[in-house]
């Protein structure tokens, strides 16, 4: 009986051995990742499109740089505004004591103190328009910079899938280790994902854009009643 439950047990054993080793067959033909050294022996012309798509990843990676850049002068460009919007706040509190000091004095308004308040106000409402518009400036920046690198997602599986193909259409039997649809799968996602980004930078331009526009009105007021515009 003992040896009976024994055999039992082993049997459990080996069973679910055999489950594990099968199982881990399985996921390896889902692989999607194909070690460079494999191409090593795949004839230089027919490495054509695995080069074509590693360009294409080193351009995106190179536009995730350049990205990341923007959104930082982005930052050092809202600081500015808001510096300037604070400095066009204390002229105009300064402007707007004058007013009332010149009634409180009983000679009436002075003209020339009702000039500067004006400019003043006028001032204030085109720093205020830059300060939101610089805003909006850094999120476009910051969502460019997250479809930047949406973008060099796509480049990377597309350039497994490419490393894929060459290494199957070179005739290597390591190929059918790994699964095609999944490569194709994964390259689908990946550009859903960069289309999706892209329709939120679009939207985020949209609004820079209106910002800019009432900024650039709101300045060009300025101008006309004789303060310093930009």
């Not at 106000?121 to 969502?143: F, G, I, P």
């Not at 930078?201 to 526009?213: C, F, G, T």
Request: aromatic share 2%; glycine share 6%; net charge positive.
């Amino acid at each position: 009986m003992f040896q009976s439950r024994q055999r039992n047990v082993l049997g459990s054993l080996s069973a679910a051995l055999l489950l594990g080793l099968s199982g881990g067959c399985s996921s390896s033909r889902h692989s999607t990742k194909v070690d460079e050294s494999w191409l090593a022996r795949v004839p230089p012309d027919q490495m054509n499109d695995v080069r074509q798509a590693q360009a294409t990843l080193n351009k995106a990676e190179d536009q995730v740089t350049r990205a990341s850049v923007a959104e930082e002068d982005g930052k050092r460009e809202l600081k500015i505004a808001k510096k300037e919007e604070k400095a066009a706040k204390a002229s105009r509190d300064a402007a707007q004591s004058a007013v009332k000091a010149s009634k409180e004095t009983g000679r009436g308004e002075d003209p020339n103190a009702q000039q500067r308040l004006e400019q003043a106000d006028a001032q204030l409402a085109a720093a205020k328009a830059q300060v939101t518009w610089r805003e909006r400036v850094a999120t476009t920046r910051k969502s460019l910079k997250t479809m930047r690198e949406r973008e060099r997602d796509v480049a990377e599986a597309e350039l497994e899938q490419a490393r894929y193909q060459t290494l199957q259409h070179s005739g290597d039997v390591r190929a059918e280790k790994l699964n095609g649809n999944e490569f194709a799968r994964k390259v689908d996602e990946a550009k859903q994902k960069a289309q999706q980004t892209q329709q939120v930078v679009e939207n985020d331009l949209k609004q820079q854009r209106e910002a800019r526009a009432e900024w650039q009105k709101l300045d060009s007021q300025v101008q006309a009643i004789g303060g310093s515009g930009r």
